[in-house]
Nanobody
Framework: VQLVESGGGLVQTGGSLRLSCAAS????????MGWYRRAPGKQRELVAD????????NYADSVKGRFTISRDNAKNTMYLQMNSLESEDTAVYYC?????????????WGQGTLVTVSS
């Protein structure tokens, strides 16, 4: 499985962006997916994740009410709608997929997309 993020960029405080994560390869093996971010000088942190069917989602407290995670399995794509962006949201955003290979679960990461929020 390969993951490619897109949609990052420069946006003003209060603005919106939508990130996409396109999966290719053995997409049938993908289970849960998630978005993570690494801000300058900080550890990578979970932003949001979503179950394989999209029926259950989980968000970091810092983004609840502002970000929405979704996925379209027919398109092998996951999204992150980010509204009311704040300077603290500036980070490289990564998507992750949990894949099932035989009896093992493996994590696959994208290369990241930079989101910069300016005031």
């Amino acid at each position: 499985v390969q993951l490619v993020e897109s949609g990052g960029g420069l946006v003003q405080t209060g603005g919106s962006l939508r990130l996409s994560c396109a999966a290719s390869g053995s997409t049938f093996s993908i289970n849960a997916m998630g978005w993570y971010r690494r801000a300058p000088g900080k550890q990578r942190e979970l932003v949001a994740d979503i179950t394989s069917g999209g029926g259950s989602t989980n968000y970091a407290d810092s983004v609840k009410g502002r970000f929405t995670i979704s996925r379209d399995n027919a398109k092998n794509t996951m999204y992150l709608q980010m509204n009311s962006l704040e300077s603290e949201d500036t980070a490289v955003y990564y998507c992750k997929a949990v894949t099932k290979v035989g009896f093992r679960y493996l994590e696959v990461w994208g290369q990241g997309t930079l989101v910069t929020v300016s005031s």
